[in-house]
């Protein structure tokens, strides 16, 4: 994984996702060059995870972050949290994008995930230090999430929020878009299910049914089995 230009720092989007500025570092970098060479997912989801998301989304993490992805996602609590503590279990890096400055931990106890990830991986925010993490700059940021990523994994979602908003997002920007499926009638699943029901998205049971869709774009990034690709008979 070359994430050698971020050097495992925090950054601070300024102008957009046009550059990054790194903290004592006098240079910028283009933060979409340097994840462009990644085969990055987005990984969203309710806040209110129940423990089916969670497990959801801790075991496609790890499973992504394991098979060579680059898992992008939030900090928040719920699914987003659940997606940094699945790389970080095994070992890889991982990209949160904040939706206020990066010195403003939220919510407060998830300090030691935002230590973690700045030292393995990469805080990114379009806020100055000190701002703080408004309930407006949510949907905002969802837009990072899903234009870093070349696909975005949708794993629990009420019928209305969030989660939606990024989905939405990802089909303007040509994004691909993957879905958990989730028990009938389960409020928190309700949205997934029906972007699968509509057509709108991809219904996955592993990480290689999102993989498999990225194969040929980075040939010898992802470590899928011989037969993970193989149509179904």
């Known amino acids: 994984l070359h994430l050698d230009k971020l050097e495992a720092m925090t950054c601070v989007c300024s102008v957009g996702l046009d550059m990054i500025a790194v903290p004592g570092d006098t240079t910028a970098a283009t933060i979409s060059a340097i994840i462009a060479d990644e085969a990055a997912i987005g990984m969203v989801g309710s806040r209110q995870a129940t423990p089916y998301g969670v497990q959801a989304a801790m075991k496609l993490s790890a499973d992504l972050t394991r098979k060579g992805a680059l898992v992008v996602t939030g900090m928040a609590q719920g699914i987003d949290a659940s997606a940094v503590r699945g790389?970080?279990?095994?070992?890889?890096?991982?990209?949160?994008?904040?939706?206020?400055?990066i010195d403003r931990v939220y919510p407060a106890y998830h300090k030691d995930l935002y230590e973690d990830v700045a030292a393995v991986g990469a805080l990114v925010s379009e806020y100055?230090?000190?701002?703080?993490?408004?309930?407006?700059?949510f949907p905002v940021r969802n837009r990072i999430i899903s234009g870093l990523s070349v696909g975005v994994i949708a794993v629990e979602s009420?019928?209305?929020?969030?989660?939606?908003?990024?989905?939405?997002?990802?089909?303007?920007?040509n994004r691909e878009v993957f879905a958990v499926p989730g028990p009938i009638g389960a409020p928190q699943s309700e949205g997934v299910n029906r972007l699968i029901q509509e057509g709108c998205a991809k219904l996955i049971m592993e990480?290689?049914?999102?993989?498999c869709e990225f194969a040929d774009r980075f040939p010898g990034r992802l470590r899928l089995g011989q037969s993970a690709c193989l149509p179904q008979t």
């Open 158 to 173: 009420a019928r209305a929020s969030g989660t939606l908003l990024t989905v939405n997002h990802a089909l303007d920007q």
């Open 87 to 101: 790389a970080l279990k095994v070992g890889g890096p991982v990209v949160s994008v904040l939706a206020g400055g």
């Open 128 to 137: 100055p230090p000190g701002t703080d993490h408004a309930g407006g700059h």
């Open 207 to 211: 990480a290689d049914d999102v993989l």
